[in-house]
């Protein structure tokens, strides 16, 4: 199935963004150079995660596997162009299916683990998906049970395949199709014309859903290698390092951010279900992992525990950060106390790339704060045009569309280039929207440009999330990021709250460390001394246990603000 026009993959074809190449066909091309080389290692607790003892495979053993499981699928009545779900955690199984799945040219939707019959039906119902993949219980849920259940409501779904431990009476077992021998074995050119082409559809995956129903991104082989290019050379990622998996493979951070990456270096990835901080630390010290990828809260908390100096066991040079602002102060501890880059990413599952690595931004100060100015042809950077992939990128004016050029004016970012999505899976009406007569894709982010040379940008939080107190602009992240610098508070979030007289004020949700307290005047004191403009400083405090998230590790806003309607302000 090829979403995209074909003029557009014929321009990009010819201009080096995207070529003829598959994950798959970058796979099998390390297989042939290194067999015997470690591929996949499962996290340490897996025997907690899906049961079974932890497994450790070469490539020419993972290759196996998938041709394995590629022609179980096949025995299955599952067939090119078929949508297989699959909820797993990080072990294993979960990157075989992947690769299975694309051998047939069917397509892989995957889910959080936290997704439960809402959110699995309405993928599932969006897919018409043929098959799922899951577990039985994890984390005391019955996962098995839910897919039974939505397996009589859909008639279209015909397979339960489950990974792990458990059996079932007309449920298939993952194991079971990864065991059988293949006898006699499959000629050279059995799988050809049956794999998904680079232009055809390799996954499915989903928004977070955090304001509406969750939508469903299709990416093709090429989509997900235009991104890899573009972390591996973010993060400096080369030929046979080691990748630590830190997040879920589920959507943008853990398939474009940490698999694909592998497979286009030819390393080890090493799984890791997040977040086990025992598992963290001693695969950190035994896998000599050269990059990791990180959500902003917890590089901020193990910089301020007293465990952050195991990180000094490890071998690791580079960790992934982003989509919020990060803390200066926490990019220059780890660069000074453990010599580790911090790389800035701002990504979202539609495609945008934007990346603030130590090659062009050597001051961890510029690296927390800016982002390059990618896709404007009056900047020129540092980087070549195949890896940046014909990123073409514009601020405008989110009430006229006009498009801003001057520094310091706030404005939506819009994006186009070979990383882009071609549009939502069935959802011609959102699509529209989202994409402006020029092709450019309108994110809801807003950013300014910054910077004598007008190369630089700084973001300012989403649209609906701003918050305008007196006609002035507050970006929330911009306050996290200040609040979060205060040594007794270990994760912030910051929310608009309304007010008669001045439209909104700042509220803002703190958790601090056990046994510790806080007020806001200790806050505002300490804004006071960073210099913070008066306006800027929060309001009203609220102190929580943790902040609520969804299943990607973003701060639920939502949540918080339903939380402030349904509780009086306290006297502060």
């Not at 321009?11 to 297989?31: A, M, R």
């Not at 959507?251 to 030819?266: F, Q």
Request: some cysteine; hydrophobic content about 40%.
């Amino acid at each position: 199935m090829i979403p995209v026009p074909r003029g557009k993959i014929d321009e990009y074809t010819q201009k080096g963004w995207w070529g003829n190449t598959t994950v798959l066909d970058l796979f099998f091309e390390t297989v042939r150079k290194r067999p015997d080389a470690e591929a996949l290692v499962d996290p340490l607790n897996r025997a907690d995660l899906i049961g079974g003892k932890a497994k450790r495979l070469t490539y020419r053993e993972t290759a196996t596997r998938v041709d394995r499981l590629a022609l179980g699928f096949e025995r299955l009545g599952i067939q090119k162009d078929d949508v297989i779900l699959v909820q797993l955690p990080n072990v294993v199984e979960s990157v075989l299916v992947f690769f299975a799945a694309a051998r047939i040219g069917a397509i892989s939707s995957p889910l959080s683990m936290m997704a439960r019959s809402r959110e699995v039906g309405h993928a599932l119902e969006a897919t018409q998906a043929k098959a799922v993949v899951t577990v039985g219980k994890f984390n005391g849920f019955d996962h098995l049970g839910l897919m039974a259940g939505l397996k009589e409501r859909f008639d279209f779904l015909k397979q339960i395949i489950l990974a792990g431990e458990g059996r079932e009476q007309g449920v298939s077992r993952l194991e079971t199709l990864l065991s059988h021998n293949i006898d006699p074995p499959l000629p050279v050119t059995y799988f050809d014309g049956k794999a998904s082409g680079p232009n055809e559809i390799f996954t499915i995956c989903w928004t977070s859903g955090t304001e509406a129903e969750p939508k469903g991104v299709p990416r093709t082989h090429n989509h997900w290698i235009a991104i890899a290019r573009v972390t591996a050379e973010g993060c400096r990622v080369k030929e046979g390092d080691n990748i630590h998996g830190t997040f879920p493979v589920i959507n943008m951070a853990g398939i474009g951010g940490l698999m694909v990456p592998w497979v286009l270096t030819g390393g080890k990835f090493v799984l890791h279900h997040p977040f086990d901080i025992g598992v963290f630390f001693k695969q950190m010290a035994t896998e000599n992992i050269y990059y990791t990828l990180m959500p902003p809260a917890l590089l901020d908390t193990l910089a301020k525990s007293p465990k952050a100096c195991a990180i000094q066991e490890s071998n690791v040079k580079v960790i992934a950060s982003g989509s919020v602002p990060l803390s200066p102060w926490m990019v220059k501890y780890y660069q000074e106390t453990f010599n580790i880059s911090i790389v800035n990413f701002f990504a979202s599952n539609e495609g945008i790339a934007l990346f603030s690595g130590p090659g062009l931004f050597p001051d961890p100060d510029d690296r927390a704060r800016y982002f390059p100015r990618f896709g404007c042809k009056e900047v020129s950077l540092d980087i070549s045009d195949r890896v940046i992939g014909g990123m073409d990128s514009a601020i405008v004016d989110v009430m006229t569309g006009e498009e801003i050029t001057e520094t310091g004016v706030v404005g939506e970012l819009c994006f186009k280039g070979s990383t882009m999505f071609e549009g939502y899976w069935q959802q011609r009406a959102l699509t529209e929207k989202a994409f402006d007569a020029r092709g450019y894709y309108h994110s809801g982010d807003l950013f300014s440009i910054q910077g004598e040379g007008r190369d630089k940008l700084l973001f300012h939080g989403r649209f609906k999330d701003l918050i305008i107190r007196g006609g002035q602009n507050i970006s929330p992240e911009e306050v996290e990021t200040l609040v979060v610098g205060h040594p007794g508070i270990v994760e912030a979030a910051a929310v608009g709250y309304p007010d008669p007289r001045l439209g909104e004020r700042t509220c803002v949700f703190v958790v601090v460390p056990p046994g510790r307290t806080i007020t806001l005047e200790e806050i505002v004191l300490y804004l006071g001394e960073q210099g913070v403009a008066k306006y800027k400083y929060p309001e009203r405090l609220e102190v929580l246990e943790q902040l609520p998230r969804s299943a990607l590790n973003k701060v639920l806003r939502r949540k918080l603000r339903d939380m402030l309607n349904h509780k009086p302000a306290k006297e502060q």
